[in-house]
């Protein structure tokens, strides 16, 4: 097939998710015609089977806002038109599913080709920014004008019903993650770097956007620090670091936590730590958890959203409720004074993670795909 994936580039879960998907389809003989403003951060493998289409956004004095969704509806059209595109499918529903909207009709009018276009809602497109009343009609008629809905977790779903006029069936396809890629043998030079008698590594990833509660992740560190020698590694960047940082200053751990800022070899950096801390206000899914539990790794996050559908409770990670830091905290300390529970737990997240093993998933896209395609997947 001939697939149009939309996306944001950067290093948020949606883009992630929707580059690797992208490549794994390749992977397996489809076309995949990525269509974003820049290169996306995971697009890093050459691939025959892979084009890049970046959006131009001409700007001019009269623009105080650079009109980024009619660039991309008008880079859609051409791509559909011009490679021949057997459907659109974006990920994120702002301003992507509207965009996509606008280019189909387009289309239609132009060659009289209905192309489907598969919507595929990923976190806040939803539960925050899309709820917006300056968003939400347009966020509601172009999710309802999608051929298809995905939402990458049941919570999500139930979220999208219940704050939206929704009136077409929701398909949840859960998140994936390339367990061969993220179960990668630790670099003992590199945990000796980063903690160098042998302390214990806890690890956090995100944007660092307030929804992911970074301050909790030092104050759940600064308490295990209490009781037992170990480093932080803090992965990312974001409006939230400057305060987080100041924070581990003021809590007197800041030469035990590292901020490395944005990292592309997140397997390394996972394969040499001990425990993932998400203590998110919200997550629909949590990828990075995910990615972690891949990579043999207890997770300590909040029980919100969809990450009870990922994290098992005292078996491949700990859950509490938000803001309650001082239960993550006894639960991280715990688990990392019993080597023995980790070791058993570590191995129960791989095993776990592996039912979401890319192979397991990417399947049922296909599946979803083939439901409107004008060709027939063998
Ligand atoms: O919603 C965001 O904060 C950004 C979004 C993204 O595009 O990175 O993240 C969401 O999508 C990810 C991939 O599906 C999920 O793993 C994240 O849980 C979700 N974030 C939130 O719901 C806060």
């Known amino acids: ?151 990458v977790s049941d919570n999500l779903k139930e979220e999208t019903y219940k704050h939206f006029a929704i009136t077409k069936e929701i398909d949840v396809i859960h998140n994936f993650v390339d367990v061969t890629r993220f179960s990668k043998k630790p670099i003992d030079a590199f945990r000796r770097v980063i903690a160098p008698n042998g302390e214990k590594i806890l690890l956090h990833a995100s944007n660092f956007r307030e929804v992911k509660r970074v301050d909790d992740v030092i104050k759940v560190f600064a308490q295990v620090r209490k009781k037992i020698t170990a480093k932080l590694m803090m992965v990312g960047d974001g409006p939230e670091r400057h305060m987080a940082e100041e924070l581990a200053r003021k809590l007197g751990v800041d030469e035990d936590v590292r901020f490395v800022g944005k990292q592309e070899q997140m397997e390394e950096i996972l394969a040499v730590s001990d425990l993932f801390l998400l203590p998110s206000e919200y997550e629909s899914f949590g990828l990075a958890a995910l990615e972690a539990m891949a990579a043999g790794e207890v997770v300590i996050s909040t029980n919100v959203g969809g990450l009870p559908e990922i994290v098992q409770h005292n078996i491949t990670g700990f859950m509490a409720n938000v803001g309650d830091v001082d239960t993550m905290s006894n639960y991280a300390i715990g688990i990392l004074q019993d080597e023995q529970k980790l070791q058993a737990m570590k191995e129960a997240a791989f095993l776990h993670a592996s039912n979401f093993d890319i192979t397991n998933i990417i399947p049922l896209y296909e599946k979803l795909y083939s439901r409107f395609c004008r060709l027939t997947i063998a």
Do not use: W
């Not at 025959?48 to 004095?61: G, K, L, M, S």
């Not at 051409?78 to 909207?101: E, Q």
């Open 1 to 151: 097939m001939r697939i149009g994936i939309v996306c944001y580039p950067t290093f948020g879960g949606s883009g992630v998710l929707a580059t690797e998907l992208g490549k794994a389809l390749a992977d397996k003989g489809h076309e995949v015609h990525f269509i974003t403003y820049q290169q996306p951060v995971r697009l890093n493998v050459f691939n025959a089977n892979i084009f890049y289409h970046e959006v131009r956004v001409p700007t001019y004095p009269l623009f105080d806002y650079p009109p980024y969704e009619v660039a991309l509806a008008s880079t859609m059209v051409d791509v559909i038109i011009n490679h021949d595109l057997d459907l659109l499918h974006v990920h994120y529903a702002i301003p992507h599913a509207s965009a996509a909207y606008m280019a189909k009709q387009i289309v239609k009018k132009k060659n009289g080709r209905d192309v489907p276009v598969i919507t595929t809602l990923h976190g806040t497109d939803i539960t925050l920014v899309g709820r917006d009343k300056t968003y939400e009609p347009v966020v509601t008629f172009s999710i309802n004008e999608s051929d298809a809905i995905t939402a």
